[in-house]
Structure formats: structure tokens, C-alpha cells
DNA sequence: AAACTGACCAACCGCTCTAGA
DNA sequence: GTCTAGAGCGGTTGGTCAGTT
């Protein structure tokens, strides 16, 4: 399997191109076309082999080529995108008119990875990180808890309401699976401020819900993981000929957070008859563990309603 | 001023896929 | 059906530069 390299030529330059290189590429090629690739170094009397003439025209001299920062909107595009197309690039890279999969590859690698590992997502499921270690060593709220109550009984009982809060905050976070919140307990009275059995995030009131429900079973936060060549292939296919601005129906809007009578002590949005309150628990815990000292009555509030 | 560190990104490597002989 | 060349793709490397010690 797998062929010879075709840069195994003995002489031949590799390394950074110069300009004088840059100029002859794009002499030649405004003037013949690439036609052979292979062909093309002798043509345009270039010491380089073809493939390095063709990742240089494609990737940088392209005269399409847009160069530049990656707006906010193409950044979230991307992020988007990775979470249904996984690490294919190329069909990242189709959506972004101008934009090489290269760059994106290289923006993905040097930016966005760390901000979503920062956001406390994993990059490549696009889920929550669910390891134990991350969220009980490093997140204040578990911290905070476990501080405030410096007694062995109360210590007990707040190791049930971390697994408790662990437990519903995945149901909060990944709504197709069945279980929920056990009734009575903290989070349960979290999600369900007011006994309203619409109260699902994810309600199947909500007019996209079935839009949502198909991002999630692509990719985002589904329950099994990043599966998109075991499942729903149709439903990649389709997603992969959308115009990037249309994949925002496919994912789960995460909204603004609204006023302050709408949020509990978590911060997450309790309105569940607008569409919009589908999840802000990103924005919640990112806040939450972004906050360097987490006020008194913060935490009085917090234990108000969970214990 | 020098050494070190980390971020960035162009370029390379090796593999797979596809089309044509 | 098999082989081969060409092209495409994703992962990785290494050079450069700015910031820090």
C-alpha cells in the first residue's frame, strides 16, 4: 500500500519559498495553467518537486486566497463545523470561501482548541469535560462547597451533592438520554423551578427542537460520544453541503443570559417558554469558574438551593 | 543583552483515494 | 482485476518571532 514519495529526487529544494520562487509559480501558472503538477518544476524551472508547487500555489498564492484574521463569526462557524465534520479540514475549509484547510487546521490547532479546553469542552467529543479530576479539582463551585462546609458530616453530605450535581448537570447537558434529575433533590428543583413538566431545557415545545435533537445525534453533546460514521450518515451528508450559516440550525443555540429573576444560583435560565433558554450552562460554568473569589453570599445562595 | 519559552504558521511527510492504462 | 501516477488530505515538524526571565 502507499506509494514512493515524490520528493525522494535528489537535489531538489525544500524549505521556505522566496519570492523569486513565489514569482515563477505564479508566472507559470498564470500563463499555462498546473496542468501536470509533477510536470510543472521543470516547466517553470523550479528546484522543487511538484507536490511542493502545488501545496504552495494552493495553500498561499492562490490568487482567492483570503488571508487575514478569522472574524468572530468565522471562528464560531468553524467550531461549529468541527463538531459535526470532525478534523476534515478540507470539507471545513469548503464552507470558508478564500480560506485554505491549512489555516483552519493551524487556527483550530493554535486557538480554538485551547479556548474551547479552557471553556472546560473537550475538543474533539465537543462535549463537557466529564473527567472526575477536572471538574472536582478544578472547579470552584465543588471547591467552594467543600470549603464552606468544614465538617465531616456536612462534608458527607456535600459529596452527595456533588455526585447529585454531577449526575443532573449531565442530564442537563446531554437531554437525550432518558433519566433525569430525581425528583426532590437539589437539582431537581434546579431544573424544575416550578413543577412544570415542559421544563426541559430542551423542550419538544421548542420549535427546533428537532433541528436541535439532529445536532446533537450528529455530533455536539450526543450521548455516545463523536459517532458520525456510525450514525446518521445521511444527516452528514446532508450537513456537509449546507452553507456554513446554516448549520447554526443544527446546533443548540446557546443564548445570552437573561435578566436575574430568570436565573438560579447556577446561573442557568429557568424560562421555559422561550426558545432561547435551550442552554447557557457553558456561559454558566465558565463564569462560574472564571470567577476568582466567588462572593459570601454567592455561596450562601448556592447551598440556599441545593441543600 | 542574552537565554529561554511559547505561539504561530508554512511546509513537509506519509498515507489514501481516484482515474486511466 | 491490477498496477501506477497524480492529487488530496490530515498529522506533524521546524523556523521565526515576540514576550519573559
Given amino acids: 500500500m502507499g506509494r514512493s514519495p515524490c520528493c525522494d529526487e535528489i537535489g531538489v529544494k525544500k524549505g521556505p519559498w522566496t519570492p523569486e520562487e513565489d514569482k515563477k509559480l505564479i508566472d507559470f501558472v498564470a500563463r499555462n495553467g498546473h496542468g ?3 510536470n ?10 511538484g507536490k511542493s508547487c502545488r501545496l504552495r500555489w494552493t495553500n498561499y498564492l492562490r490568487p482567492d486566497i483570503k488571508r487575514g484574521k478569522f472574524s468572530e463569526e468565522e471562528e464560531s462557524a468553524i467550531i461549529k463545523l468541527h463538531s459535526v465534520l470532525g478534523n476534515r479540514w478540507s470539507k471545513i475549509a469548503s464552507h470558508f470561501p478564500g480560506r485554505t484547510d491549512n489555516e483552519i487546521k493551524n487556527f483550530w490547532n493554535t486557538h480554538l482548541r485551547k479556548k474551547l479546553l479552557q471553556m472546560g469542552i473537550d475538543p474533539n467529543t465537543h462535549k463537557p469535560r466529564t473527567d472526575l479530576n477536572h471538574l472536582l479539582n478544578n472547579s470552584q463551585l465543588f471547591n467552594g462547597i467543600a470549603n464552606y462546609l468544614n465538617n465531616d458530616h456536612l462534608m458527607l453530605q456535600a459529596e452527595l451533592v456533588k455526585l447529585q450535581l454531577l449526575q443532573n448537570l449531565c442530564q442537563l447537558l446531554n437531554p437525550t438520554t432518558p433519566s433525569q434529575a430525581l425528583p426532590g433533590t437539589p437539582l431537581d428543583r434546579l431544573q424544575n423551578p416550578n413543577s412544570n413538566p415542559s421544563r426541559a431545557s430542551f423542550s419538544t415545545q421548542n420549535p427546533n427542537s428537532s433541528q436541535l435533537q439532529a445536532g446533537f445525534t450528529s455530533g455536539f453533546m450526543s450521548g455516545s460520544g463523536f459517532e458520525y460514521e456510525d450514525k446518521n450518515k445521511a444527516k452528514m451528508e446532508e450537513m456537509e453541503n449546507l452553507d456554513y450559516v446554516q448549520v447554526e ?9 437573561t435578566s436575574e429573576s430568570e436565573t438560579n444560583p447556577l446561573g442557568c435560565s429557568t424560562n421555559s417558554n422561550s426558545p432561547s433558554s435551550s442552554s447557557s ?8 469558574m472564571n470567577e476568582d473569589e466567588p462572593s459570601e453570599s454567592y455561596w450562601n445562595n448556592l447551598l440556599r438551593s441545593t441543600i
Avoid: H, T
Avoid at 44 to 49: D, E, I, M, T, V
Avoid at 249 to 255: D, F, S
Avoid at 281 to 288: G, H, K, R, V
Fill in 281 to 288: 450552562i457553558f456561559d454558566s460554568l465558565e463564569s462560574l
Fill in 36 to 38: 501536470s503538477w509533477r
Fill in 40 to 49: 510543472l518544476p521543470k516547466l517553470a524551472g523550479l528546484n522543487r518537486c
Fill in 249 to 257: 440550525n443544527y446546533y443548540p443555540i446557546l443564548p445570552p443570559l
